[in-house]
């Protein structure tokens, strides 16, 4: 899967409640992927790894706690700048963050495309409208 997709999204990284299973992001019906979710994740495993509190962290990004809180939890978009000043207050050069994010992006990626291909190899789903059925060779 890529390129872009707009739309309205739903399931933005919840839990299914009754098996404990991963929620898929999901945009007008697709599974996408979410950057903001996964570069909170790789931040805040970060911080942690260093031992390290949000309001250490805040104070020495300049940026208030709640703030670096929603991006850590994948509520808000962090601004170039704003991770900037995350990057130099964990002493973590930006290129780092960012290549550990593509890497999360690149395996959550395969993972989506092997569920789609087990939906669509699923015999019990049968035809969905717009499959092709039949074709003359």
């Given amino acids: 899967m890529s390129g872009f997709v707009v739309g309205k999204f739903a399931g933005a990284g919840s839990v299914d409640p009754l098996s404990g299973h991963a ?53 808000k978009e962090a601004s170039s700048e704003l991770l900037a000043s995350i990057c130099a207050a964990l002493d973590i050069p930006l290129s780092e963050i960012l290549s550990e994010v593509s890497d999360a992006v690149a395996l959550e990626e395969a993972a989506l495309a092997m569920q789609l291909e087990d939906l669509t190899a699923d015999p019990t789903t049968g035809p969905r409208p717009g499959d092709v059925v039949a074709s003359a060779a």
């Fill in 23 to 75: 929620v898929p992001d999901v945009c007008e019906g697709v599974p996408v992927v979410i950057f903001r979710r996964l570069l909170g994740e790789v931040l805040r495993a970060r911080r942690m790894r260093q031992g390290r509190t949000l309001r250490q962290v805040s104070a020495d990004a300049r940026v208030s706690l709640g703030y670096i809180s929603e991006i850590e939890r994948g509520q």
